[in-house]
Structures are given as C-alpha cells and as structure tokens.
C-alpha cells in the first residue's frame, strides 16, 4: 500500500522566512493534495497537482511535483502568523481507489 | 456559499448509545466520504459513496454504518459506540473520482466515547 512521509514533523519559523515542507511517497503519485489544518478543525484545500515537473502558486505558497512524481514539496515565502497550523499532503493510492491517503502532517509554528 | 456541513461538532457520549453524525454539501458533489483521525495514524477512510444509494467499506469500517438517500446527505451511524471510537471525524465530497477531484473537506465532528 502507498505511503507518504512527510518532513519535517514539525516546523518553528521566525516570521518572515521562507520554509519547505517535503512529502515523500512509495510509489508513483498519480495525484498528490495539500491541505492546511488549524488544530482540531477541518481541512482547506490548497493545492493539487497530477502532472510530474508541475508547480502551483497561491499567493506566497508555491507546490511543486516532481519529475519522477513521487515526491512533492510545499514551499511558503516570507512566511506570516496566518500560515501556521498543520500541512497535510494526500494522494491518490491507486487510480480508482476513491480514497485519498495522507501523510502525518507537519505542524508549522510562526513566531513573530 | 459551497460548503460541506457537519453536525454536531462535538459530541460526549457512553459506550453503547446509538449515535448519528451528519453530512451534507450543496455543491452537488456524487462522492462522498467519511474520515477518521487519529494521533500517530493520520486520517483514514471509514466508508464512502460513489452516488446516492451507491457506498462502499474504506479501510476502517467495523463498527459504522452509512447510508445515501439523498445525493447531498452522507450520515455516519454508530450503533452501538465503544471508546476505541473516539476520535475526530471529518467528512468530504467531491465532484467525481476521489483522486481526479478535489475533495472538500468538513469542519470536522470531536467525538468522545466513555
């Protein structure tokens, strides 16, 4: 079965900088999400990529897939209070699986 | 506004009382899913439904049961609740194909079996 590994576990930033979130997975990504969640509350799409070598930004986030797809990196510029919380990455198993699973999460800490 | 809606948020109840969590969207989405999370075992899926009277096990469905009647509504019965239940339930929807399209997640149900 796939799984994904997320690094690191946990994350402290000074506000300002810039920070990368890494998921790893054991096979061949054939779709691979990102979520935020605050703690305890539910999860908010961020971004979603399929293709290898693609990259998505949303504001000061940027996704990337890589080539071979089976690692993904979750990149945050100048990083603000409102970017803490924790970041999920999930994909599809299998193509036709109707199911996404997740890595462990990485908790982002944002201290001013 | 789009939107998965769940109900209640939090939930204490006694080993034994059957209990329903609901779920509904209004974005028309086919498929929808319940989730469990747990610390140190991430989310996983508990059942899902393809379309209305269309569901199916995930990979943690002992002890749940759902149904889908209307397209919009996917509720989550517990029978007969144990506290190895307690946990944190999120539903989702999603257009089509749970890996082609994103999945909208719920706020999520805190549930504490004693």
């Known amino acids: 079965s796939q799984e994904l590994e997320q690094s690191p576990q946990s994350l402290i930033v000074q506000e300002g900088k810039n920070l990368t979130i890494n998921c790893t997975s054991s096979?061949?990504?054939?779709?691979l999400y990102w979520y935020k969640q605050k703690y305890g509350e539910g999860l908010i799409f961020l971004m979603m990529?399929?293709?290898?070598?693609e990259e998505k930004s949303h504001e000061k986030i940027t996704a990337k897939l890589d080539e071979k797809k089976q690692q993904s990196s979750l990149h945050i510029t100048a990083s603000q209070p409102s970017h803490a919380g924790i970041y999920l990455c999930?994909?599809?198993?299998?193509?036709?699986?109707?199911?996404?699973?997740f890595g462990q999460g990485t908790r982002l800490t944002i201290n001013p | 506004e789009a939107q998965v809606t769940q109900n209640p948020r939090y939930l204490i109840t006694v080993t034994g009382k059957k209990l329903t969590v609901t779920c509904s969207q209004n974005?028309?989405?086919?498929?929808m899913s319940w989730y469990r999370q747990d610390p140190g075992l991430g989310l996983r899926q508990i059942y899902y439904s393809m379309n209305v009277e269309v569901t199916d096990k995930g990979d943690v469905p002992e002890g749940y049961k759902v149904s889908r009647k209307e397209k919009r509504n996917f509720p989550l019965i517990l029978e007969s609740p144990s506290p190895n239940q307690t946990s944190l339930y999120f539903c989702?929807?999603?257009?089509?194909?749970?890996?082609?399209?994103?999945?909208?997640f719920g706020p999520g149900t805190r549930l504490t079996v004693l």
């Open positions: 974005m028309n989405h086919e498929y």
């Open positions: 990529l399929q293709k290898g070598g």
């Open positions: 999930g994909a599809d198993p299998d193509r036709g699986a109707q199911k996404l699973v």
């Open positions: 989702a929807s999603a257009l089509g194909l749970a890996g082609t399209d994103t999945q909208y």
């Open positions: 096979k061949t990504l054939y779709g």
